[in-house]
């Protein structure tokens, strides 16, 4: 997910049959070889192949953190199923802006393919019928034969709302209905069921394994997206869901606010606390020190920390660099592959960055001429 | 200046030779080992030791570009003449704010230490008497000596102005005055002359060398920031400046706006326009592609390009990425360090960077939970 450390531009020949490899990049092109767990990208006549749906699930998200980690959550997903040696990645080309827009909606007259239940009329909290799908995607898995790329797999994405927001009236208060876990998993299921037998009516998608995984979108206001909680890869053919892989991901914020507040672990929670008071002591005016924490089966799987400084000058920036390189390694957990991001409002100003295998972190001072 | 690629924290043990190293960080430290050409940095008792006249330039410069290519530019011209391997980087210690504040400032009766001439009551963009000095950076440079560490060192930029903004009445319209290179020169040279002799009546920069660099301001909306032109080493004890060295850097943009405006070198134009075509025609939506170049003596010696995109998905970000990677080793000029960003709107996206000595552009892309 970290370090894309790739080379040469892999050229796949024309898909017409009339061209090779030219520097004017027609033909199907892939957009590098992956040489640690990343896929390759479909290039068509030197253009990237945008998803069909692109751009829908930004407007879907009024946070920002779901979005990113649904895309790269699912990716990460995908990459069980289909493996970035054998597969090549290609954005979602079989449901279209209009196809997910109507499928997000509510079930309507007007609207009949709408995903979400009918709207009952009620505004209470409970008694309404809840938004249940907020964000859907679809990847595509392409297979080299010959000189040609051939759809071999496809993974679809459900972001199901945890908290559903609404209005009563149109401009008016927000309020909430809270789903349940039991909720999410049993509506997900049944809307994955029919996704996948929608998908199978279309022919490119009759004989594909399609892979569908449920995703459970965080807060608002949270500052960690959510997490996806169960998978199932479903066989070419197949229009029903046979069985659930569960995915046990969870993601935290570091510090944890209260001592009732949730830690994935109590002992990373005090290493970054740690960490986070050593160098607020060292450098004046760091406006904040936050972390986002990863643990997949209960183990810590990655961690973005988010330092926010006031800018006084370059040099303060070098020194403090420096430093974090040090106490990083010093303080905050080993094992787990780390990032370190120095923000002021100006923007980026340096960023630190360790792989899960390796011992030291690697530091980069943004500098302008 | 890229990248900066540390070890192990330098402890000098006490300076009061109460303690030694201990966890709570007492007494005198260095941030790092430098391993790569930078210097180590001083910390007291945990904290990191701040400049005297912290914040000034800040307020000094309208474009942050002036702000940070003093300070790294300054820190350049010490490298030539203060080892790395040598000396202990510490913030100018000895010119306060206060001090730096009045000398910024115009010569007046109520300011007699102003180095910026008195105000002759004229506006017209000729008749009046330009702000010349815009700037100024105090960077001291220690020598550990047993526990201790001595000030063996400092250099002190001075940024010039190449245009002086000013208002005929207050919150009126801004006018310029235009300031040739030659009297840059000479009036630089006069105002470090008395900068010297000042700071010779400090006892405790009396008997260091003290050297002194000529800075060339960029005007307000350049989006490169000013070049260094000159400096001057002066030995201990001389309150004279002997002889000036001179620097021969230019910044320029990329792509040129027209036909007829500079460039560092044509090559180097016209490599970053392909890049540029070549990237833009594979990804939909880039809404900006420019790059700062640096050329010392003549020879490209640094790139930051900045690429600006609407976000739509984590996955484009990261085919991007990829294809950038192999695009920018394809395109760009070899033989420099070059610096690649990719932002949206929500900040950083993903960023690339080749040192000067290596073949193989490095990738990042910033991900969340």
Redesign the interface.
């Given at each position: 997910?970290?370090?894309?450390?790739?080379?040469?531009?892999g050229n796949l020949g024309s898909s017409s049959g009339t061209s090779t490899s030219t520097t004017s990049?027609k033909g199907t092109q892939l957009?590098?070889e992956a040489s640690s767990g990343?896929y390759?990208?479909v290039?068509k006549n030197?253009?990237?192949v945008?998803?069909k749906s692109?751009?829908v699930?930004?407007s879907q998200n009024d946070n920002?953190?779901n979005?990113?980690?649904f895309?790269?959550g699912l990716?990460d997903v995908s990459k069980k199923v289909f493996s970035t040696n054998k597969y090549v990645?290609q954005?979602g080309q079989y449901l279209s802006t209009n196809t997910v827009q109507n499928w997000l909606n509510r079930k309507s007259k007007s609207n009949p393919t709408g995903l979400n239940p009918v709207n009952n009329g009620k505004l209470g909290a409970t008694t309404r019928n809840p938004m249940y799908l907020q964000q859907m995607?679809e990847?595509d898995f392409m297979k080299e034969s010959g000189k040609k790329l051939t759809l071999s797999g496809v993974t679809v994405g459900l972001g199901l709302n945890s908290i559903d927001y609404y209005e009563k009236k149109s401009y008016g208060a927000t309020y909430e209905t809270h789903i349940s876990n039991a909720t999410i998993k049993r509506e997900g299921a049944k809307i994955a069921n029919q996704v996948l037998a929608r998908m199978r009516k279309k022919p490119a998608l009759k004989n594909v394994p399609i892979t569908i995984a449920l995703y459970k979108q965080a807060a608002t206001d949270s500052l960690?997206?959510g997490t996806f909680f169960a998978y199932s890869v479903n066989k070419a053919g197949t229009t029903k869901v046979s069985s659930w892989k569960s995915v046990n991901q969870k993601?935290y914020v570091y510090p944890t606010t209260s001592s009732s507040a949730k830690t994935g672990n109590s002992n990373d929670a005090s290493a970054f606390d740690n960490f986070k008071t050593?160098i607020e002591?060292?450098?004046?005016n760091l406006s904040g020190v936050t972390a986002?924490?990863?643990y997949t089966d209960k183990q810590l799987s990655?961690m973005?920390v988010n330092i926010t400084t006031q800018?006084?000058?370059?040099?303060?920036i070098?020194?403090?660099?420096?430093?974090l390189?040090?106490a990083a390694q010093?303080y905050l957990p080993s094992g787990a592959p780390i990032?370190i991001?120095v923000?002021s409002a100006?923007?980026?100003q340096s960023?630190l960055?360790r792989d899960s295998g390796a011992k030291?972190f690697?530091?980069?001072?943004?500098?302008?001429?």
């Open positions: 997910m970290c370090g894309l450390f790739l080379s040469a531009c990049g957009t590098g990343e390759q990208g290039i030197g253009k990237y945008t998803s692109r751009g699930n930004v920002q953190y979005l990113k980690s895309e790269s990716l990645f954005e995607e990847q960690i997206g993601n050593q002591n060292f450098f004046p986002q924490a990863q990655g973005n800018f006084y000058s370059q040099t303060e070098i020194s403090f660099t420096q430093y390189q040090q010093k990032d991001t923000k100006d923007g980026i960023f960055s030291k690697t530091a980069h001072v943004f500098n302008s001429y």
